[in-house]
């Protein structure tokens, strides 16, 4: 079993940077892949990045490559999401998910999610 607690969310203008951190329980998580999803108001969860349990692979989503870095501290039991960039479109709840899989993309493949944090990006 893991827990996911997310922080880092707020308000920031558009061009502003934010960092996302999730803390995850448990002496396991460096086995896990991590992930960052998104959900905007009416809109569908979709996903923002995944990291391999090595750190060694990243893999995101076309609307944030180059704006986002996602990273993991496995010593820390953290996982990060670094935000520069930001626009408005960016604006939703983030989540953050675990799992113990090799998939990355696949929002139906993680087991364990986080309660989400509030990200607002003003124009």
């Known amino acids: 079993q893991v827990q996911l607690v997310e922080s880092g969310g707020g308000l920031v203008q558009a061009g502003g940077s934010l960092r996302l951190s999730c803390a995850a329980s448990?002496?396991?998580?460096?086995?896990?892949?991590m992930g960052w999803f998104r959900q905007a108001p009416g809109k569908e969860r979709e996903f923002v990045a995944a990291?391999?349990?090595?750190?060694?692979?990243?893999y995101y989503a076309d609307s944030v490559e180059g704006r986002f870095t996602i990273s993991r501290d496995n010593a820390k039991n953290t996982v990060y999401l670094q935000m520069n960039s930001l626009k408005p479109e960016d604006t939703a709840v983030y989540y953050c998910?675990?799992?113990?899989?090799?998939?990355?993309?696949?929002?139906?493949?993680?087991?364990?999610w986080g309660q989400g944090t509030q990200v607002t990006v003003s124009s």
């Open positions: 998910a675990a799992h113990g899989g090799s998939y990355y993309y696949d929002i139906y493949e993680y087991d364990y």
């Open positions: 448990g002496r396991t998580f460096s086995s896990y892949v």
């Open positions: 990291i391999s349990w090595s750190g060694i692979s990243t």
